[in-house]
Nanobody, 124 residues
């Protein structure tokens, strides 16, 4: 069993930055990929960034490339999402997810464990 707890969301103006954190509790052998997903009101959930626990594979949605950075601190069992140059269209609930057998890292289909979400609101 794996439990994910996100934090770090908030309200910022366009151009600002936020860093999301996701602390992982549980069996580290239960997941290999971790990712950040977001869902805006009335829209489908979309993958933002993903990483494998070896740190070899990094995956980003085109809409956030060059602005967002995913990273992990294994000593702290924590996943991060550094978000810079935020835009109003980045406004959404952001979720942390973990999965073992993930065929497409930016698709939510194969992720088994999910956090409760943290809200990010970007004003123009």
């Amino acid at each position: 069993q794996v439990v994910l707890v996100e934090s770090g969301g908030g309200s910022v103006q366009a151009g600002g930055s936020l860093r999301l954190s996701c602390v992982v509790f549980g069996d580290a052998y239960s997941y290999y990929y971790m990712g950040w997903f977001r869902q805006a009101p009335g829209k489908e959930r979309e993958g933002v960034a993903a990483i494998d626990t070896l740190g070899v594979g990094l995956y980003y949605a085109d809409s956030v490339k060059g602005r967002f950075t995913i990273s992990q601190d294994k000593a702290k069992n924590t996943l991060y999402l550094q978000m810079n140059s935020l835009k109003p269209e980045d406004t959404a609930m952001y979720y942390c997810a973990a999965g073992l057998w993930v065929s497409t890292p930016l698709s939510d289909r194969d992720y088994k464990y999910w956090g409760q979400g943290t809200q990010v609101t970007v004003s123009s």
